[in-house]
């Protein structure tokens, strides 16, 4: 004989709705489930990507927009001459007259956007004071005969524009001597860019760096050498 096969008791079927209902108890109360900020915002942005691409170092947002009031400070207290401290400051208001502006905004009398020392690239800010081939020379030579650790262009320029340096008044002192200096090379480098686009002549490494030798040479004569300069801690 054979034995009542048992069938296995029957699982309910859950309906799985995808709407969202309040549960209203019998004393009218409303159960609310607990779902942080947080939770909300780390859903949203799986599901709905942001529609604007991060920015990319050190095409970052401008340092006028960034930069606190301490970083401001630092940056009119820097013993530079007050040459160099205005075009560092129209650097940091993104208001170089770059070839690549004028261009956009004059270009009947710029009709290339071509960087006019080396012809190759078009000159942005960063490749007007930084990346153009010519200047990087100048800019790792400087920092070699002004006695700084010699970095990476981007990270001078990160330098610069305030993205490294410290928003902490206190961090901020051991950057001033740095500062101080890459501003005597950012004066050089401003002044041999004009006289070879004014002067019609070929850029020349050797005169940018007699420059800035007989500026610091002109500043130990003087007496002043690191008046308001901290000791490097390196
Ligand atoms: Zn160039």
Redesign the pocket.
């Known amino acids: 004989m054979l034995a009542q096969r048992k069938h296995p008791p029957a699982t309910p079927t859950i309906h799985w709705s995808a709407t969202w209902r309040w549960h209203i108890s019998k004393d009218r109360t409303p159960h609310v489930f607990k779902c942080s900020p947080s939770l909300i915002r780390k859903q949203w942005l799986q599901e709905k990507p942001s529609p604007r691409p991060l920015p990319i170092p050190p095409f970052d947002y401008l340092p006028v927009d960034r930069m606190n009031r301490s970083q401001w400070n630092t940056f009119w207290s820097l013993k530079i001459p007050h040459n160099v401290r205005s075009v560092w400051w129209r650097l940091l208001l993104d208001r170089l007259p770059t070839r690549s502006h004028l261009h956009r905004i004059l270009p009947d009398r710029c009709p290339l956007p071509l960087?006019p020392?080396?012809?190759?690239?078009e000159?942005d800010a960063v490749?007007m004071m930084i990346s153009?081939?010519?200047?990087k020379e100048v800019w790792k030579a400087g920092q070699a005969m002004l006695g700084t650790k010699i970095l990476d262009p981007h990270l001078v320029w990160q330098a610069l524009t305030f993205q490294s340096v410290p928003r902490s008044h206190k961090k901020q002192q051991e950057w001033l001597p740095t500062l101080v200096r890459y501003g005597r090379i950012l004066q050089v480098i401003w002044s041999c860019h004009w006289n070879v686009v004014f002067e019609d002549i070929s850029w020349s490494h050797a005169t940018a760096m007699q420059r800035l030798q007989h500026g610091e040479t002109a500043r130990k004569t003087m007496g002043d050498e690191g008046r308001r300069e901290v000791p490097e801690s390196e």
């Open positions: 960087c020392i080396c012809l190759a690239a000159e490749h153009c081939p010519n200047k």
